[in-house]
């Protein structure tokens, strides 16, 4: 008899693992997190840059605020006319300037013709208004009375804790120019208006000093051959 045949063993080989198939269970919880921390790291961002453009515009539109306010009276202020107080003494303009408180005579905001001439009286509420009150010269307001009633109120600012008002100009008694506190029953307008306002604290504006010289200048002479350091012949 011939031996029987002995075939060798065949081993089966290791599965092979195919990536056909898809991602495993722990490939996507990783994917998933890394997905969600880019995602948040990017909305930090958007809502960063969100804020600081809110702030940007925030802050534009207060700085805008002052600038309007400023241009506004710096023009009524530059073309100040200093006439003759009809109701004063005779040598003495129109202009009543207070510490807290400016009332003159310039031309309107739409000055034509001869309702171009307007009062004016710049004025701190006590709601916190910074307030420039407007009124024709037909009606014959008189700048020294307080009240303002019938005059047209034009808003500047809000929010306004202190207006302080400087005039630079001679002093009656010793004739140099020094920064005062008032000027009234003067024949002549200030060589310069400082307008200061204050803002409460945490309050954003910022108000730079504001100092105008007026243009007009006029010296008004002296009634009855009187001589005064407040009053003569133009120069």
């Known amino acids: 008899m011939s031996p029987a045949l002995t075939l060798p063993r065949i081993w089966p080989l290791p599965p092979r693992h195919s990536r056909e198939g898809g991602f495993t269970l722990a490939e996507m919880l990783v994917a998933l997190a890394l997905f969600a921390m880019i995602s948040a790291l990017l909305a930090a961002v958007v809502n960063l840059i969100a804020q600081f453009d809110g702030r940007s515009r925030r802050q534009a539109d207060l700085v805008e605020q002052v600038v309007l306010a400023q241009t506004m009276l710096r023009t009524r202020l530059e073309q100040l006319r200093p006439l003759v107080d009809i109701r004063g003494l005779g040598d003495t303009i129109t202009m009543v300037g207070l510490p807290?408180?400016?009332?003159?005579?310039?031309?309107g905001f739409a000055a034509t013709g001869p309702h171009a001439v307007q009062v004016f009286r710049l004025r701190r509420t006590n709601q916190g208004q910074l307030m420039l009150y407007t009124a024709?010269?037909?009606?014959?307001?008189?700048?020294?009375?307080?009240?303002?009633?019938?005059?047209?109120?034009?808003?500047?600012?809000?929010?306004?804790?202190?207006?302080?008002?400087?005039?630079?100009?001679?002093?009656?008694?010793?004739?140099?120019?020094?920064?005062?506190d008032r000027w009234e029953r003067r024949a002549q307008p200030p060589k310069l208006v400082r307008v200061r306002v204050g803002f409460a604290d945490g309050d954003a504006r910022i108000w730079p000093v504001l100092m105008v010289r007026p243009m007009a200048s006029v010296r008004l002479a002296c009634q009855d051959g009187r001589t005064s350091l407040d009053c003569g012949e133009a120069q």
Not at 100 to 106: I, V
Not at 151 to 171: H, K, M, N, S
């Open 136 to 180: 024709s010269m037909l009606g014959g307001p008189d700048l020294r009375v307080p009240s303002v009633e019938g005059w047209q109120a034009v808003p500047l600012l809000g929010g306004v804790t202190r207006l302080e008002i400087g005039y630079f100009g001679p002093d009656r008694l010793t004739g140099r120019d020094v920064w005062q």
């Open 100 to 107: 807290g408180e400016l009332s003159f005579t310039a031309p």
